[in-house]
């Protein structure tokens, strides 16, 4: 399995600053993505991050907010711009890979707490 | 459009017992993909079993079974003899398309349900 780590694992981050999470993985991968879980809730995915090309936003989400670069096929960073507390959220980033297509995994998370 | 539904907010159960945590799916594509992730409270996702909505057996991993009945659109996660480091929040996902072409889609997540194994 893909072995995934994420920095910061959990930052405390005051309103209207940005934060940039990196997301590394041990092997190139296909896919990468970057999910938000809000506080008592499921998970939401954000944005698909594209090798070589602008990531892929989903509804509601935007690249102003969630600028997303990914430079190479083991790494990949979401910054989280002019933080609101309701930015306050757990942000996993996942890899999907076609050598392994019945599978998904998560890196360990960025628990972001915005005052 | 698709749908994970998840009914138990939370459930309890006893050490060294099994316990069942019920998922159900709604979508209109004949190919797709069923995950159960395990979320204890660090926060991390940890993959735990998948089925493919053409496999014939239902999936197993050590403790862990998927109860698949696809005309029930029901995935329903077993584990069994349950152990303190169990409790966790459990989700199931779900991704339209099976296979190398798809494994780049998008996880659909049902609500989670909270298990807690009791001693």
């Known amino acids: 399995s893909a072995v995934i780590s994420q920095k910061p694992s959990r930052d405390i981050c005051q309103r209207g600053t940005s934060l940039t999470i990196q997301c590394q993985v041990d092997?190139?991968?296909?896919?990468m993505f970057w999910y938000r879980q809000q506080p008592g809730q499921s998970l939401t995915l954000i944005a698909t991050?594209?090798?070589?090309?602008?990531?892929?936003?989903e509804s509601g989400f935007v690249i102003d907010k969630f600028p997303i670069s990914r430079p190479n096929l083991t790494f990949s960073t979401l910054t989280v711009s002019n933080m609101s507390p309701e930015d306050s959220s757990i942000y996993l980033c996942?890899?999907?890979?076609?050598?392994?297509?019945?599978?998904?995994?998560f890196g360990p998370g960025t628990r972001l707490t915005v005052l | 459009a698709q749908k994970i539904t998840q009914t138990q907010p939370g459930m309890f159960v006893q050490e060294k017992e099994a316990v069942t945590l019920d998922c159900t799916y709604d979508?209109?594509?004949?190919?797709?993909?069923l995950f159960w992730y395990k979320q204890p409270s660090s926060g991390e996702m940890i993959f735990l079993i998948y089925?493919?909505?053409?496999?014939?057996q239902n999936a197993t991993e050590g403790r862990y079974s998927l109860n698949f009945q696809k005309a029930r659109k029901s995935a329903n996660l077993v584990i069994s003899a349950s152990q303190l480091g169990d409790s966790a929040m459990y989700f199931c996902?779900?991704?339209?398309?099976?296979?190398?072409?798809?494994?780049?889609?998008?996880?659909?997540f049902g609500e989670g349900t909270q298990l807690t194994v009791n001693p």
């Open positions: 996942s890899v999907g890979d076609r050598g392994l297509p019945d599978t998904q995994y």
């Open positions: 092997s190139q991968v296909t896919m």
């Open positions: 991050a594209n090798q070589g090309s602008e990531a892929t936003y």
């Open positions: 979508t209109s594509d004949p190919s797709y993909g």
């Open positions: 089925q493919g909505s053409y496999d014939q």
């Open positions: 996902a779900m991704r339209e398309g099976q296979g190398r072409e798809t494994s780049g889609s998008r996880l659909t």
